[in-house]
């Protein structure tokens, strides 16, 4: 491979989350055993040197006063949406910059509901969402995903539209791809669920923070291109966060093509008047969508699938009773225990320590709302996954 994604960084106290904290309260590492962070959604490898070469080239200009957004911001999303997703009609006044994707939900939340209002997410759920309606004290309404005969995690349209009458629900959030059971939904699949929105007349937040990590043979879909009803009712979020890596840069961008839910989101964003572009984050985004950081990008999806294969093979190999599906996008595996816990009596807790104890550090993952799961981040040297993989079979899954 042109770039690298093998070499081991030693991450710890140079400002990283994932290496200095252990999201398990008063479970430390085991002596003997090297923490493998597989836990937060950031990758463990060098960053797109197409990244690095755009902060510094502007960093040859050695003022960092108040500024714009360049042209080349826009034109740089407009052009990777069209290469990428297929997306036309894109403009400049479409899009608009956020502090985080989830800056931009809360925004939109506020926008388009009050306190006390319910609002619908499919469930599993992004952990984020959740503390998004508590803090803004809007009560969530879960619809289950339920799974097909194959395992497949698919979205239950007649559960849906019941809650959204029941509840008089008229704000949804869609994450597309879904985390964190990483699929990537086919375009009949966004159709059938915009249809139940519009018969609800519900407007939907769509976040695609993860459309920019799909696995060969799939396709990401934007929700607003499936209709013109879509174009119009749904309000979308992107990043380069995590398909450059580049979370701790902070920065965002929503797309909203309909002028009235733009400028009500917007507004809405402007009023904490902390709602400003950082530039060397303006400058990595424009670097990560480059032609070179394109190439970079479907290298790193290359490891990544090559990653997720092994991983959920490994998995149907040797823990028995654990559930994976392999992700259609992300790289995020979520791994359903409920049925090997029960066979060996051992609680969702307890084997959790164990992984961390053995210095496999991932994620609790029944804070996503599904009971006995596990969230693996898998964006991180082959070596260092084989390693996890074979310490989680000798001294967790026992």
């Not at 006390?116 to 998004?132: C, D, M, N, W």
Request: hydrophobic letters at 40%.
């Amino acid at each position: 491979m042109k770039y690298d994604f093998t070499s081991v960084l030693d991450r710890k106290g140079r400002d990283s989350l994932a290496f200095d904290k252990i999201p398990f309260e008063g479970v430390t590492v085991d002596e003997g055993f090297d923490p493998i962070p597989m836990w937060i959604a950031d990758m463990s490898f060098p960053v797109s040197p197409a990244v690095t070469k755009a902060i510094l080239k502007r960093m040859e200009m050695p003022n960092y006063g108040y500024f714009a957004l360049p042209q080349e911001y826009f034109d740089t999303i407009i052009s990777w949406q069209s290469r990428r997703n297929d997306v036309v009609g894109l403009e400049k006044e479409h899009i608009g910059y956020e502090n985080g994707v989830l800056g931009g939900v809360s925004s939109a939340v506020q926008a388009f509901s009050s306190p006390g209002e319910k609002i619908l997410i499919h469930s599993p759920t992004y952990i984020g969402f959740t503390h998004v309606m508590e803090d803004t004290g809007r009560p969530v309404i879960h619809s289950e995903l339920k799974r097909d005969e194959n395992g497949v995690w698919r979205m239950d349209y007649a559960d849906m539209d019941a809650k959204l009458k029941k509840y008089n629900i008229h704000l949804a959030i869609f994450c597309s791809p879904h985390n964190p059971c990483g699929r990537v939904w086919e375009k009949w699949e966004i159709e059938k669920a915009m249809e139940v929105y519009a018969a609800n007349d519900c407007i939907v937040i769509s976040d695609e923070i993860w459309s920019d990590i799909i696995m060969p043979g799939h396709k990401h879909i934007p929700t607003q291109s499936v209709s013109e009803d879509a174009r119009n009712r749904v309000i979308a979020f992107y990043s380069t966060s995590k398909s450059a890596s580049i979370a701790g840069l902070v920065g965002s961008y929503h797309i909203i093509y309909n002028r009235q839910l733009r400028d009500r989101v917007v507004h809405r964003s402007e009023m904490s008047h902390y709602n400003d572009a950082n530039v060397l984050s303006v400058h990595s985004l424009i670097g990560g969508f480059s032609k070179e950081g394109e190439e970079w990008i479907d290298e790193m999806i290359e490891v990544i699938d090559n990653n997720l294969t092994y991983a959920t093979d490994f998995i149907k190999a040797n823990f028995d009773g654990v559930k994976c599906a392999k992700p259609e996008g992300t790289y995020m595996l979520y791994l359903d225990c409920a049925d090997w816990c029960r066979e060996h009596g051992v609680s969702i807790s307890e084997l959790q320590h164990r992984g961390v104890k053995c210095g496999v550090i991932w994620q609790n993952g029944e804070d996503f709302y599904w009971k006995d799961t596990i969230r693996m981040n898998l964006a991180l040297p082959y070596a260092r996954l084989q390693d996890a993989m074979e310490r989680l079979k000798k001294y967790a899954f026992i």
